[in-house]
């Protein structure tokens, strides 16, 4: 079974705080993906990276970073986290290729600045 | 840009009875892929029923099908004989066919609540 694990299920900051989320997949994923989930606007794309060192910017990139040193291993990073960052964070993997790829998602990380 | 809408924010069915839940998209290519996501409670997203847009005939997975209608860019998950266990927030999601990196987008999402 795939298996994609987050670090933290519950993270409690402060405003003004770099924050780390993690990732790990261990199914030899090529691709990555970090979304913010909020009641009423589904799941959004912060950033995804389709190789290690590599990534690209989703639809709401703005106060967050990424690192993909290892290719199991994709870091969400708030910079300076700000009340507005308080939300759910999913991370997801896939294969890359030409089949019917889904995403295997881990369990989330429900985060809240104060 | 490619759009994904699910109009109905929540749903309830009775236990052992059928519901549909919706999906409509936007995309202007004509090889994609489609997905349904769930939720449950606290619980990991988990798939339930894929659809590639080259065939014609509609997905299914033991209790759940699809209805897919290509040229109304529909793509409805139906559910039959509903269990307690199926109550969750359910996704509806699209994502482009080939061999990139392409992102998939979802749709907001519907609570589906099942009644005992």
């Known amino acids: 079974d795939v298996k994609v694990t987050q670090s933290s299920r519950y993270l409690v900051k402060r405003t003004g705080e770099k924050v780390f989320l993690e990732c790990v997949q261990d199914?030899?994923?090529?691709?990555m993906f970090w979304y913010r989930q909020d009641p009423g606007l589904g799941l959004r794309l912060i950033y995804f990276s389709y190789d290690v060192k590599m990534k690209e910017k989703g639809d709401i990139p703005e106060g967050y970073s990424v690192s993909r040193e290892k290719k199991e291993r994709f870091s969400l990073i708030l910079e300076s986290a700000s009340t507005n960052q308080t939300s759910m964070y999913l991370c997801a993997s896939s294969p890359s290729g030409r089949t019917v790829n889904e995403q295997f998602f881990g369990p989330g990380t429900r985060l809240t600045v104060l | 840009a490619q759009t994904v809408t699910q109009s109905q924010p929540e749903m309830s069915v009775q236990e052992a009875e059928t519901v549909t839940l919706s999906c409509t998209y936007d995309?202007?290519?004509?090889?994609?892929?489609l997905f349904w996501y769930k939720q449950p409670p606290s619980r990991q997203m988990i798939l339930v029923i894929r659809q590639e847009a080259y065939k014609q005939q509609n997905a299914t997975e033991n209790r759940f099908s699809v209805n897919f209608q290509k040229a109304a860019k529909s793509f409805s998950l139906k559910i039959s004989d509903s269990q307690l266990g199926d109550a969750a927030m359910y996704f509806c999601a699209y994502r482009r066919r080939g061999s990139g990196t392409y992102k998939y987008i979802f749709g907001t999402g519907t609570r589906l609540k099942v009644l005992a």
């Open positions: 995309t202007s290519e004509s090889d994609y892929y």
């Open positions: 199914m030899d994923h090529e691709n």
